[in-house]
Nanobody
Framework: QVQLVESGGGLVQAGGSLRLSCAASTRTFSRYVMAWFRQAPGKERELVGGIGRTGRNTYYAEAVKGRFTITRDNVKNTMYLQMNSLKPEDTAVYSC????????????????WGQGTQVTVSS
């Protein structure tokens, strides 16, 4: 079993930055591909981006490419999402999870989920 806990959400103004964390309660964190997803009100959950087991490789949705950066620290068992140049359209609940495969975009293929953290970007 893997428990995931997101933190770092909050209210920011457009153009601002925020850093989210996803802490994993597992001794085998480095075995998992990790990813961030988000869900805005009235919309389906969508991929933000993912990161490979070593942290060398990442992939992102086009909507966030160039603005968001995913990293991980396998010693601290934590994944991060650095969010820059935030837009009101980024407002959503952000969740971390463990995809079945590197590069997947379907949230139905995620095995474990965190509870999510709210990010609100004001104009």
């Amino acid at each position: 079993q893997v428990q995931l806990v997101e933190s770092g959400g909050g209210l920011v103004q457009a153009g601002g930055s925020l850093r989210l964390s996803c802490a994993a309660s597992t001794r085998t964190f480095s075995r998992y591909v990790m990813a961030w997803f988000r869900q805005a009100p009235g919309k389906e959950r969508e991929l933000v981006g993912g990161i490979g087991r070593t942290g060398r490789n990442t992939y992102y949705a086009e909507a966030v490419k160039g603005r968001f950066t995913i990293t991980r620290d396998n010693v601290k068992n934590t994944m991060y999402l650095q969010m820059n140049s935030l837009k009101p359209e980024d407002t959503a609940v952000y969740s971390c999870g463990t995809p079945a495969l590197y590069g997947l975009t379907d949230p139905n293929e995620v095995d474990y989920w965190g509870q999510g953290t709210q990010v609100t970007v004001s104009s």
